[in-house]
């Protein structure tokens, strides 16, 4: 047997039913076996296993993106999607860490990643070129690809962490297919299942709770390009979606459309949420109003659970039973979790401390960063999160991150640090302190104060713009502040809840 994941068997035992609505078009799970055969073949070339030999993917989410990355495993690769709003310099980064042997790009940015690939050595493919669209699925080629262990790995995401640069979180075969497994079994999924995907896929998230969820379970899923509030409304009213899954910057956003949408509107968009027999929120905390406003209108309370790039997820409220506000619920199938206090004890029920988890979904190691991987293990193979919880009759509530300088923006994870490396690489900054504001919207907005260099002022809007062009756009401060010099203590040491407060209020 030479398939990588479950989800291939599944599918072949349904090569006519339906399996993805893309933007390029509608494909049953033929299809898709068929294109990610195609696809393995072109990789492999002459040799009989890529070996684990990271294969980059920078595709927009949909059929392609899919079927290349379903081609890496077949092949025995690891695939690294990335993330498609990322500007050069960011993706020239990753390259230089992930070291991969070819990237399969969309044909539209092939000019982006020319230069970085040909100055690393890395073979640049268009997909356009590549993947075959819509061929008929032939069982006979099965024998053509390599057995691949479970333990190979997979998939690496890259995450922002205290330590400066992003790093690359390597899952194994074996580790999503057990976190596929857990949410198959806990949310109840079928074949009958229809979700939509409007989640960006370079994510856990988006890749693993919703696609391949979805293919997993033998369902079918929608795929928006990129997420549009009002699009997402008309899916909901219009296509029969059974599952639904997003940060709650979306839900909010979703809110705010159907506030201004015209009565008529709202009772179709209201009527079609109505059906659907499953909303999840997760990747940050889900704030109460946003959780009441969305029964209030679809008469579904969202489900909100917890999770981590490094370990799937952890946490969920109950598919059936009572989701109380503001808790992530209880630990998923094949998860263990403790509490541990400083001394690194496990702390009485109730008392809060730092969440550590363990068990068959998580991780298999920081790319090439054993120092890192190891000291983010206790003892016993448990994996500390970084996050403060308290365990309560009604499942965990998370308190937050134990470090300042882990943001949470519209989900996305972002470290301060790495954006003031960026910022002091700027000639009219002398020093700076990025901050996390609490923001309705976006959960933390991404404040920076700046202190000029020589008495200058620099532009607040120049210095956005030298951060977009070297860091994604989610990772862009929203605002910035020139200040004459940062609040610190006695020992020179910039006091950040005092650099927060120089942004709330306005
Ligand atoms: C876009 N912008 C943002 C963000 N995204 N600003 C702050 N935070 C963001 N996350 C900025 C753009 O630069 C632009 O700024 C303006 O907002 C509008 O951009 P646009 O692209 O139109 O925004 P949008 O389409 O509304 O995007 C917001 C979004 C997106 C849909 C919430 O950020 C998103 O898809 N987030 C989800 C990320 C995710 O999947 N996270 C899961 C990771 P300007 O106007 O200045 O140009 S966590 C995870 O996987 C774990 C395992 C877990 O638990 O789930
Ligand atoms: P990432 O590293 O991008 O996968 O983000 C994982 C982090 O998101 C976790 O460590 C938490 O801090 C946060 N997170 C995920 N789900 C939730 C949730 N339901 N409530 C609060 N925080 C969450």
């Given at each position: 047997m030479s398939s990588p994941l479950p989800l291939f068997e599944r599918a072949r035992t349904r090569v006519n039913?339906?399996?993805?609505?893309?933007?390029?078009?509608?494909?049953c799970y033929g299809n898709l076996l068929a294109s990610a055969a195609g696809v393995a073949t072109a990789l492999l070339a002459d040799r009989a296993d890529l070996e684990e030999a990271r294969v980059a993917v920078l595709v927009p989410p949909g059929f392609t993106w899919l079927t290349t990355v379903l081609g890496i495993w077949r092949a025995g690769g690891m695939a690294v999607p990335l993330p498609v709003a990322a500007p050069d310099i960011e993706l020239a980064r990753a390259l230089e860490d992930a070291d991969p042997e070819a990237i399969w790009v969309d044909s539209e940015m092939i000019d982006r990643i020319v230069p970085a690939a040909a100055a690393l050595g890395i073979a640049v493919h268009s997909t356009s070129e590549l993947v075959?669209?819509?061929?008929?699925?032939?069982?006979?080629?099965?024998?053509l690809f390599p057995i691949v262990p479970q333990e190979r790995g997979a998939l690496m995401l890259y995450t922002s962490g205290t330590t400066g640069r992003p790093k690359g979180v390597v899952h194994t075969h074996a580790s999503l297919s057990a976190q596929v497994g857990a949410l198959l079994e806990a949310w109840r999924w079928s074949a009958e299942d229809h979700a939509l995907l409007v989640l960006p896929l370079h994510h856990v998230h988006g890749i693993v709770n919703v696609v391949l969820c979805a293919i997993g379970a033998g369902a079918r899923c929608s795929i928006l390009p990129r997420f549009d509030a009002a699009e997402v409304w008309e899916r909901l009213a219009t296509d029969r979606l059974t599952v639904f899954m997003a940060v709650p910057t979306i839900y909010t956003k979703l809110l705010n459309e159907y506030e201004c949408a015209e009565e008529a509107r709202r009772e179709r968009w209201r009527r079609g949420a109505e059906g659907l027999r499953l909303f999840v929120s997760g990747s940050a905390a889900l704030p109460v109003r946003v959780l009441e406003s969305w029964e209030k209108i679809t008469g579904h309370r969202l489900l909100e659970r917890y999770g981590m790039t490094e370990i799937g997820m952890a946490l969920s409220n109950p598919l059936l039973g009572t989701r109380v506000p503001g808790h992530v619920g209880t630990a998923l199938p094949g998860m263990e979790v403790r509490v541990v206090g400083e001394d690194g004890a496990t702390v009485p029920h109730g008392v809060p401390g730092e969440l550590q988890v363990r068990g068959p979904a998580l991780f298999r190691e920081y790319w090439r960063k054993p120092d890192e991987t190891a000291a983010t293990f206790a003892s016993g193979g448990w994996f500390r999160t970084g996050d403060e919880v308290a365990e309560t009759p009604s499942g965990f509530r998370v308190l937050g991150r134990r470090s300042v300088d882990i943001l949470k923006t519209g989900g996305e994870k972002v470290s301060a640090l790495e954006i003031e490396e960026v910022l002091r690489g700027h000639p009219d900054v002398s020093d700076c302190a990025v901050v996390g504001v609490p923001d309705p919207v976006w959960g933390d907005r991404v404040c920076a104060?700046?202190?000029?260099?020589?008495?200058q002022a620099p532009d607040p809007g120049s210095l956005r713009t030298w951060v977009g062009e070297r860091l994604s756009p989610w990772k862009v401060p929203r605002e910035v502040l020139v200040v004459e010099a940062l609040p610190a203590n006695v020992l020179g040491k910039v006091v950040k809840p005092e650099v927060r407060r120089l942004f709330e209020g306005g």
């Open positions: 039913e339906e399996a993805l609505r893309a933007p390029e078009g509608t494909y075959p669209l819509a061929t008929a699925y032939d069982p006979g080629a099965e024998g104060a700046v202190v000029g260099t020589r008495g």
